[in-house]
């Protein structure tokens, strides 16, 4: 079987993936948080990557996710040789360092409108990455229907993540901070 028959029969198995198992995947990812994922069986790899919520190309606009299929390379043929069997997958390298998995606490938003991170304009804003949290505290405003919406804390912990940027739209459900709880002693 010639190289370019086999990258064919590739691209043929790729397209018969279903569409709505993509679909449950893209919402999994939505739903947890999670940017990328890679899924890899035989010759088949699939990667999904979310773009970055906080980027300035996707600021102020939904950014689809990217899809990226891989084809398989074909072995080297060799003349009068069976068919080869395919390399073994090899598994991803292992991180220089081991990461610690840490459990953050999403505030999602809950409405649809648009991020204010302070109170005026020229006002600091209620909050910053590093800062502490209590229970209750002001995190943001969202502003839907002319009207103001304080989103406070219902944890206490220390900021890590801002997912919005100032004056943005955000959407219900959408994830607009981080926190990494204080751990009780």
């Known amino acids: 079987m010639t190289a370019r028959k ?3 029969e590739a691209r043929a198995s790729a397209a018969n993936l279903e569409l709505e198992q993509l679909e449950r995947v893209l919402e999994f990812m939505v739903q947890h948080g999670l940017e990328e ?6 010759d088949l790899q699939i990667r999904l990557r979310r ?6 190309a ?8 990217e899809i990226v299929v891989a084809q398989p390379v074909p072995p080297p043929a060799v003349p009068g040789a069976g068919p080869a069997a395919g390399p073994a997958l090899e598994s991803p390298a292992a991180p220089a360092e081991p990461s610690v998995v840490e459990e953050l606490h999403l505030i999602k938003s809950p409405i649809v409108g648009t991020f204010y ?8 804003p209620f909050v ?5 949290v209590e229970p209750g505290q002001v995190l943001c405003i969202i502003e839907a229907m002319k009207l103001m919406n304080e989103i406070e804390s ?4 220390e900021i890590i993540r801002i997912h ?3 004056g943005q739209p955000v959407e219900y459900g959408q994830p607009l901070f981080s926190i990494r709880p204080t751990r009780k002693k």
């Open 128 to 132: 910053r990455v590093g800062d502490h």
């Open 6 to 8: 086999k990258t064919e």
């Open 51 to 56: 773009a970055m919520a906080n980027s300035n």
């Open 117 to 124: 991170e302070s109170p005026a304009p020229d006002a600091e």
């Open 154 to 157: 219902d944890v206490a912990g």
């Open 58 to 65: 996707s600021a102020g606009r939904f950014v689809p996710p």
């Open 37 to 42: 994922f890679e899924y890899r069986h035989g």
């Open 164 to 166: 919005v940027e100032n």
